[in-house]
């Protein structure tokens, strides 16, 4: 299985890339991906998102899915 | 119903009226509240040169989208605008407009301003600043 | 602060751009919200086909200062601009602006609606419609 | 003394005029003052102001003030 991981504004910067590509055996909690991913530690207010949808850090990713990690928003 | 991204400056003024000739029908609604946010030249006691906004394309207009149908849910509206600006931007540029045309005025204030309350609390954007010092990243949103 | 009668169709969006770019420092407020309420071809179940407005020359002026004041008064606000039509219109024609500026939002958002809620209550205007069945006083004001 | 009475909207058209001139020996309250310049009888919700000043129905007027009646306000 395939998950796409992509990280956004001042995470992207501390994780030092913007796309990541994981071929896991099963699904992945949105936490193990992280720690897959990067030996940065993911900080405390971080957000995920699976295909655009907010999930909290516990849910299991799939296949296919689109991964997301990026900090508080502050649009507007 | 829309929602815009717009990576060039845009003039929230005149968006609002193409808008509301192009989607309002005429003489139906009583009433247009609306909303700019705008570039401001100073944030947290220091001077902003400029300021970078970045989006998740896709999951902001998804965002942006849900804000604007559960604005139609809870409050009898007829029409909600969003245009929100991302990329390099200066003091005094427009940042967002929302704007909600209704028949009576109460719905129009409500609706308008949880548009802006939700959009600041859930549409993936991120603002970068230049200051003098270097850039920064805003992490979090200024007082309501 | 500006408060403006017109006895001829004004354009709301052009008449706030134009505020702003005359009276607002650019890059220091971050919010404007307004209100624009227009006129509907419709009222208490019945096609309107012309509406008229009166006011009291001199008390009208002074009471939507006084709401101006008052608004500056009690939020943090920059600026604010109160325009209200007055004579003879027609469906979709805009009838009152009130727009604020400020630095943040909640600021001018509470304001702006201040403003529209003291000026229907207590600013001396007074609509007349013209129905296909005659004219009539409107003698309340509709729903918020 | 000189007092000076307005009517407007549907209490100008119901009186049938839009402007007074009393000149009373002293103060009058301004239900005098309606009294004395129209037959008509005053509806409840009349409003009342003095040199532009809302009042209520007991104020006395004195001399140079411009009194104005109204309807319910209906702008906006």
Known sequence: MTITVKFFASLRERVGKAEARLTPASGMSLQEIWQQTTPVAMPDNTLCAVNMEYVDHNHIARDGDEVAFFPPVTGG | ?144
């Open chain 2, 1 to 144: 119903m829309a929602v815009e991204i717009h990576a060039q400056a845009f003039d929230p003024w005149q968006a609002m009226q193409h808008y509301q000739q192009q989607h309002i029908t005429p003489g139906k609604h009583g009433a247009c509240a609306s909303f700019i946010g705008s570039m401001r030249d100073f944030n947290e006691g220091d001077d902003v040169k400029t300021l970078s906004l970045e989006h998740y394309p896709g999951m902001t207009e998804k965002y942006l989208e849900k804000i604007c149908d559960e604005a139609r849910s809870r409050w009898d509206i007829m029409d909600c605008l969003i245009i929100h600006r991302v990329g390099e931007m200066h003091p005094n540029d427009p940042i967002v407009l929302t704007a909600v045309w209704s028949a009576h005025r109460g719905a129009a204030f409500d609706a308008c301003r949880y548009l802006m309350e939700e959009l600041k609390s859930r549409a993936p954007f991120w603002k970068k600043e230049t200051l003098k010092q270097g850039e920064r990243w805003v992490d979090h949103n200024t007082q309501e």
